[in-house]
Nanobody, 114 residues
């Protein structure tokens, strides 16, 4: 079963940017929908973005226009470019298969604070 390792999080000021990466232990080329999720303190994990094998993207309204999801099947990696970050974006970010998630990775912490 494929496993995912997220990286790229950190502490950033409001308005700043971060680029998250999600490396897979195996090929993702056959996985149609890859997604990013996040879990803020005291809240349930929520879906925030999906990218299909064809490059079509979908976003939750709260990140639309600020975040960009992409994938590189040759590198078995999914990315999340996050711009104009807000304090409410503070969360642990995870990637997984959309609709049929496998074991969750450790995630990467993103903290937006001045």
């Amino acid at each position: 079963q494929v496993q995912f390792v997220e990286s790229g999080g950190g502490l950033v000021q409001p308005g700043g940017s971060l680029r998250l990466s999600c490396g897979a232990s195996g090929s993702i080329s056959s996985i149609v929908n890859m997604a990013w999720y996040r879990q803020a303190p005291g809240k349930q994990r929520e879906w925030i973005a999906t990218v299909t094998n064809g490059g079509t993207t979908y976003y939750v309204d709260s990140v639309k226009g600020r975040f960009t999801i992409s994938r590189d099947n040759a590198k078995n990696t999914v990315y999340l470019q996050m711009n104009s970050l807000k304090p409410e974006d503070t969360a642990v970010y995870y990637c997984n298969i959309r609709g049929a998630p496998v074991n969750w990775g450790q995630g990467t912490q993103v903290t937006v604070s001045s």
